[in-house]
Every structure is written in C-alpha cells, then in structure tokens.
C-alpha cells in the first residue's frame, strides 16, 4: 500500500533527529554542536566534524529552501573558516558536557582514532530541507561546480499511522562529489616532504632520523607540513612525536614537535627522563590549551650527532621494554 507524504511542520523536530542520528546523513559525522552562535549573534543549527578534521555546517529550512538560505550558509562558512584548533576544541566540549564525555573521547568513540593534528583545514556547507527550489538548486549546483563545498540534502517525510518514515536525496550525489575540485590539499608524500628537507639544508637530519624512528614506532603517516610517527597506546594509534621539514633550516636544523606525556607513556619512561632525551635546543609547546595530553616541546636537532645519540637512547629503551 502507498504511504502517502505528509508535511514536515516543525523544523525542531528533524533538528532532534538529525543530532540523534547524524547517519541519515552520513556516517563520516560526528555532532559537535546544536545552534552554535556565531560572531554575527547568528545560529548555526547543528556543526558536525568528520574523521579527517573538516567540518561540516548544517542548516535546516523548513519547507522549501530559497536562495536566500544560501546566502546564510555562506556567512556561517565565513565565520567557521577562522576558526583554530582550540576554537573546534571548545565548541565540542561546551556541547558534549551534557552529554558526560569530552571531545577526544567523542572522536574515538565515533571513528575508533584520535582526531588529526589538523582541524578546520577545510569546512563544507550542507543545506537540510524537505524541498528545494529551482533557483536555490541552480545556485548550489553552479557554487559545487566551481570548487566550493556545498550541498543540498532533501528529506520526503511520510507518515502511516503512528509510523514516520524519512526519506533522503543528495542534491549532488557522492560519486560527483569526490571528483570535484576543492580547496583542501591532500597530504605531502613522504618523498615531497624529504625533497623539502633537502631544500632546506637539513636532508640529511631528516634521512637519517626517519629510518630510525619508522623502526620505533608502531607506524607512520604524512600531512601537509611532517611526518607524524605513531604508536599504540590504550588501544588507540596516536601521534607522538614528528618531524616538520618544511619550517627546518641549514641554520636552525631539522624541526621537532613531541607530546611529552604520550612519549614518556610510549618509552615507559617518566616525563623527566623523556624531556631529558630530547634535544637540548626545545621549547615548551602546546596544540590544545586546555589539554595537558596535547602538549610537550618543540625544537630543532641540530647535527648528526644530536640524532645518533636521540635514536640509540629509544633503542635502549625498546630494548629493554621487550626484554
């Protein structure tokens, strides 16, 4: 039997599901905040973050979405762009501490990882509507088509007695999506960040330290800016310690950033003996204000025999942690 369409009255209402069940969008989000206030005393209705660190802005309109719903979207966009790591940080926390759990162990709950050194590199804007008009679509379509990150999810609501069904369409549908432009820039290769290396003067630091340290950590992977090494800890694979070519010189020598909890925990070491083996040129350093996990030091080997005496002191200490 047919189920006939009804109205969807209340934009509230497909706001709850939608924060409840972020998946009948799609399962790559996780809700980090419902009616987040803008710099303009403006309201984001709900912003979402997916495994790779983008976020996602979604606006509902109830009914049928007009053109002028894109021009708000686009002003939220303005606003998130600014956003820094912190700011995601504690937009997360403020929204999840009802719910009893913070941020970190929001994102490993959801993605089963920690989340990516980098936050907000890009946003995308997503328009939630029970319909969209012909003028609204031509637009989102032409924006899509030249590079911006915009889409528009329609939703049918129908109703057959005390059951309520939902049913989906992507504007732009996913296979489109991933073959359009966009500003977000995929990770450096290893070979590109080692040529940056060399560039820099420092292609030796950087050669020799990469092949002692993939032999120490449980993996590695790239970004835009380092080679982030990684290990097991509690379950979950997280970044301890990197190396950034690209802000390394012949002068300053090869840069270095290491969380010094996480090192210590990985060396079974204490934090003492940790900040005692990194090299002497290092500065205290933090990524997430508010988090003491997130921070340690930052600084430069500056010789060969600076890199010789760091890697066979985790040697020793990978050794022993086996024997």
């Known amino acids: 039997m047919p189920i006939p369409r009804a109205e969807l009255r209340f934009e509230e209402r497909l706001e709850e599901w939608l924060e409840n069940n972020i998946s009948m969008i799609s399962d790559d989000l996780l809700v980090i905040g419902r009616q987040v206030k803008t710099a303009f005393g403006k309201y984001i209705d709900l912003l979402c973050i997916k495994r790779n660190g983008d976020l996602v802005i979604v ?31 504690e937009i997360a926390n403020n929204y999840l501490k009802d719910k009893g759990i913070g941020f970190e162990e929001a994102f490993d709950s959801k993605f089963g990882c920690e989340p990516p050194d980098v936050l907000n590199e ?20 032409y924006l899509s088509e030249y590079g911006i990150r915009i889409n528009a999810v329609t939703f049918n609501y129908f109703k057959s007695g ?12 996913k296979s489109a999506e991933e073959v359009r432009k966009t500003k977000r820039k995929s990770p450096l290769t290893e070979q590109e960040l080692r040529n940056i290396a060399q560039d820099n003067g420092v292609g030796g630091l950087y050669s020799r330290i990469f092949e002692g340290l993939e032999q120490l950590f449980d993996d590695w992977v790239t970004t835009q800016s380092s080679v982030a090494f990684i290990g097991r800890q509690n379950g979950i694979m997280k970044t301890i310690f990197s190396i950034l070519p690209g802000q390394s010189s012949q002068q300053d020598g090869l840069k270095f950033q290491a969380y010094l909890k996480r090192f210590a925990s990985y060396f079974n070491i204490s934090e003492a003996e940790a900040e005692h083996i990194l090299p ?44």
């Open 162 to 173: 005390e059951q309520e069904f939902l049913a989906r369409v992507m504007l732009i549908p």
């Open 122 to 141: 890009s946003h995308e804007m997503l328009i939630v509507a029970s319909n969209l008009d012909d003028q609204a679509e031509r637009v989102v379509r």
């Open 59 to 89: 606006e509902l309109k109830r009914d049928e979405a007009p053109k002028e719903a894109i021009a708000q979207i686009l002003e939220y966009a303005s606003w998130v762009d600014d956003l820094s790591y912190d700011d995601v940080v």
């Open 280 to 323: 002497s040129s290092k500065t205290k350093w933090k990524r997430i204000k508010t988090s003491p996990e997130y921070s340690g030091y930052e600084g430069f080997f500056r010789n060969i025999e600076e890199v010789e005496k760091f890697l066979n002191k985790l040697r020793e200490l990978k050794t022993k942690a086996v024997a």
